[in-house]
C-alpha cells in the first residue's frame, strides 16, 4: 500500500478507538458513583468497622472537586475497559506487514499486558489498600489533656489520586516479564546478563517501590516483593527465547548444509 493509504488506515482505526473510548467514558460516567465508591469501598471497611459513622465519611472543599473526580473516574475506567480494543486495532494495523514468526511473537504480549495490568491493579484493591489504610489510620489521636485530636478527614479528589498512582504504579511494574522478554528477543538483553545483575536489580526495585508507594514499608514490600518475583520469571522466559532461537539456527544451519 502507499504511505498515503497507510496514514488512512491509520486514521480510520485510531478513530475506532477512541470512539470506543468516548462511549465506554460515557457509560461509566452515568455510573460514576458507583465506581468511586467502588474505589472508596477499602477505606470505608475499616470506617465502618470501627463503630464511628460520624467519622466514615469523605469531604470535598470545592465546589468542582466532585464532578471532576466523577470525570476522572469515568476517564480511568473507559479507558481500562478499551485498552483492549486500542491494541486489537494497533495490531490489525501493524500485523500484515510482520512476518508469521513475528506475528507468533509478538501476539501473546498483546494478551499478556493488560492482563498484568489487571493483576496488578487486582493486588492493589484488595491487598495493598487495606494494609496501607489500616497503617495510616493508626496515626489518628483522640486527644486530651490540653491537646487536639489529629482525625481523619479524606478528600474526595486526593484520595483518587492517591488510589489511582497505587494502580497504575502497581500495573505498570507488572509490565517487566512483558519488556525483559521483548528485549531478549530483540537481542538487546540476555538471560545470563540478567541473573548478573539481580543484585543491582533488587537495589532497583526497592527504590521504585519506595518512589510510587506511600512511605509505608507494608505497601513498599508489598509492591518490591512482587517485582522481584517477576525479574525472576523474566530470566526464565528469556532463557526459553533463547533456546529457541539456537533451535532456529540449528536448524536453518542444518538446511543450509542439506542445501550445498
Known amino acids: ?30 455510573f460514576a458513583e ?31 472537586e466532585v464532578f471532576f473526580t466523577y470525570i476522572k473516574v469515568a476517564f480511568f475506567f473507559a479507558a481500562f475497559i478499551t485498552c483492549p480494543i486500542f491494541l486489537s486495532q494497533i495490531w490489525k494495523f501493524v500485523a500484515p506487514g510482520l512476518y508469521k514468526e513475528e506475528r507468533k511473537a509478538f501476539g501473546p504480549f498483546l494478551v499478556a499486558s493488560p492482563l498484568l495490568f489487571f493483576t496488578g491493579g487486582a493486588l492493589v484493591y484488595f491487598l495493598i489498600l487495606p494494609l496501607a489504610w ?17 482525625q481523619l478527614e479524606a478528600k474526595v479528589g486526593e484520595y483518587l489520586a492517591l488510589t489511582m498512582k497505587l494502580i497504575f504504579a502497581f500495573g505498570i511494574c507488572f509490565q517487566l516479564p512483558v519488556l525483559m522478554t521483548l528485549l531478549a528477543r530483540a537481542g538487546i538483553a540476555t538471560s545470563a546478563g540478567m541473573a548478573a545483575k539481580r543484585k543491582y536489580a533488587i537495589v532497583g526495585v526497592f527504590v521504585v517501590a519506595a518512589v510510587f508507594t506511600p512511605p509505608d514499608p507494608i505497601s513498599q514490600i508489598s509492591l518490591a516483593i512482587p517485582i522481584v518475583l517477576l525479574y525472576e520469571i523474566s530470566i526464565y522466559l528469556a532463557k526459553m527465547v533463547e533456546r529457541k532461537r539456537a533451535q532456529r539456527e540449528e536448524e536453518l544451519n542444518r538446511e543450509a548444509g542439506i542445501e550445498e
Open 1 to 30: 500500500m502507499p504511505l498515503l493509504d497507510h496514514l488512512i488506515e491509520l486514521r480510520q482505526r485510531l478513530l475506532y478507538s477512541v470512539i470506543a473510548l468516548f462511549v465506554a467514558f460515557f457509560v461509566s460516567f452515568f
Open 34 to 64: 458507583y465506581l468511586y465508591n467502588f474505589l472508596v469501598q477499602p477505606l470505608a471497611d475499616i470506617l465502618l468497622q470501627r463503630g464511628d459513622d460520624r467519622m466514615a465519611r469523605m469531604i470535598f472543599t470545592d465546589l468542582t
Open 134 to 150: 489500616e497503617f495510616f489510620l493508626h496515626f489518628e489521636t483522640t486527644g486530651g489533656d490540653g491537646t487536639l485530636p489529629i
